[in-house]
């Protein structure tokens, strides 16, 4: 009899054991049914604050009862949703439309028809790119007397701008041209090949490169390195990387993973500043190198590399990743077991915190410092006391999204120590996205040289468009200036290529 009850005891708990493992796996199913099929945002109809506490939130005994009053029975026309406009600094082309000479008659009386008014349509007129050649006579000049003399002639040239490449038929145009393509809108070099040959040009993708790492070396290369002094001078940085594929690197396969790293400056800067840096791994002294001599603190998210720098570095973690936990294991539960559940407590916390900074965005840092321990600190500490009490469920999302909470816990509760800082390290994830987004048509680099120039192509591209700067614009005008003011030997010509040395003339001429 005893055995009969340890038998019918031991079935039980492994019935109860493949139903945990089956609701596990349910869950599972849901998740992966939602990152195919579902809306990648994180925003749900859970994300309403109110629903946190719905009766404190919207209750106000100060406003009046409404007063009920007869609506009569209209009809309204449905706006259009899209706002498209015509630019005001375009140059307009007016075509008029008139009458023949001989139908400027009246068909009744005979009389001479006058323009009484002027009916007008305006139109978006779209000229593809342009091709010429532009070919500089550049004279020489000498003197009729001195050449009779025995003692040989002065011979004196017009001044000329020097070439972007030497002995190269590109311009600062072209190579702008092409680098905005690729980079910009993620047109790879055989596209922009075939392109070229269907005009009649033709230029090989191997040119084309050749052209773009040339340019690269010689005069993006020294404005990225003091883009990289400026940088390391800030009090609050952000970074964050993604995986890149190097065909050739050096002791590795091809299907080995590359690293690109991403650096940024935070919000509140007049210029700022975003840098790539190509590794070939995701080690801690990658960060450590390029960070050498920084001294603040640094956004980042939960991998533990970050957490090894110099104890000069204080890296403050993103809630952003935090909340993206508690999303995921919402989306694992069934839509009638939501309500009510710890997952979606968890992460109402979250958009509490989230919402409290929108709050503060328009505070001074030392306000705005202040008002998160008012309101933000009693939240954390509500959040984390909660969390205490919850069973440990180290196998579940559940227990995945609170174990992150406690493991980052220190460095998600740093972003309080300074008004500088943010909750999040979502403004390294936009800045990266650009990246991702264009190694989807690239696929990948051919060599470490090749992954170095794209980082430093992308940093520039991605700082103009941080400061307002149009990039081919801007990236056509250091090809032009740069050979000419001799930047690689002349620190006070990298200084005049930097956005934050433009006047106001020039940056509306780079802008748009």
Sequence with gaps: ?????????????????????????????????????????????????????????????????????????????????????????????????????????????????????????????????????????????????????????????????????????????????????????????????????????????????????????DWLAPIYDAFRELLLIQKVLHADETTLQVLREPGKTAQNKSYMWLYRTSGGIKYPIVLYDYQPDRRTKRPAEFLNGFEGYLHTDGYDAYHRL??????????????????????????????????????????????????LADLSPQERYEKRQELAKPVLDELYAWLETLPDLPKTPLGKAVHYMFSQQKYLERYLLDGRLELSNNRAERSIKPFVISRKNFLFANTPRGARASAIMFSIIETAKENGLNPFKYLAYIFKNAPNWDIKNNPAGVERLMPYDLSEMQRRELSG
């Design 1 to 217: 009899m005893l055995e009969s009850t340890e038998n019918v005891a031991e079935l039980k708990s492994r019935i109860a054991e493949l139903e945990a493992l089956v609701k596990f796996y349910e869950g599972q199913f849901r998740l992966a049914q939602h990152r195919q099929f579902g809306a990648s945002s994180e925003k749900s109809e859970y994300d309403q604050l109110h629903l946190f506490n719905e009766v404190e939130a919207t209750a106000d005994e100060n406003v009046p009862e409404p007063e009920l009053s007869e609506i009569k029975r209209h009809f309204r026309k449905k706006k259009r949703l899209v706002n498209d406009t015509l630019p005001e600094h375009l140059p307009v082309e007016v075509v008029e439309h008139d009458l023949p000479p001989e139908q400027k008659v009246c068909d009744v009386c005979d009389g001479s028809l006058h323009v009484m008014g002027r009916e007008k349509r305006r139109e978006l007129v779209i000229i593809p790119a342009q091709v010429k050649i532009r070919e500089r006579v550049r004279k020489v000049y000498a003197c009729r007397d001195c050449e009779k003399d025995e003692y040989g002639v002065s011979i004196v040239k017009a001044p000329v701008d020097e070439p972007v490449i030497k002995g190269s038929f590109a311009s600062p145009e072209a190579i702008a041209h092409i680098m905005h393509q690729k980079f910009v809108m993620g047109a790879p070099l055989y596209r922009q090949e075939q392109d070229w040959n269907r005009q009649g040009i033709l230029l090989s993708r191997q040119t084309m490169s050749n052209w773009l790492l040339k340019a690269t070396e």
């Design 310 to 359: 110099p104890k000069e570095i204080v890296v403050v973690g993103c809630f952003a990743h935090a909340r993206r936990k508690w999303d995921e294991a919402l989306k694992t539960v069934s839509e009638s077991d939501r309500n009510g559940k710890n997952v979606l407590r968890g992460k109402r916390y979250c958009d509490k915190l989230f919402e409290i900074e929108r709050k």
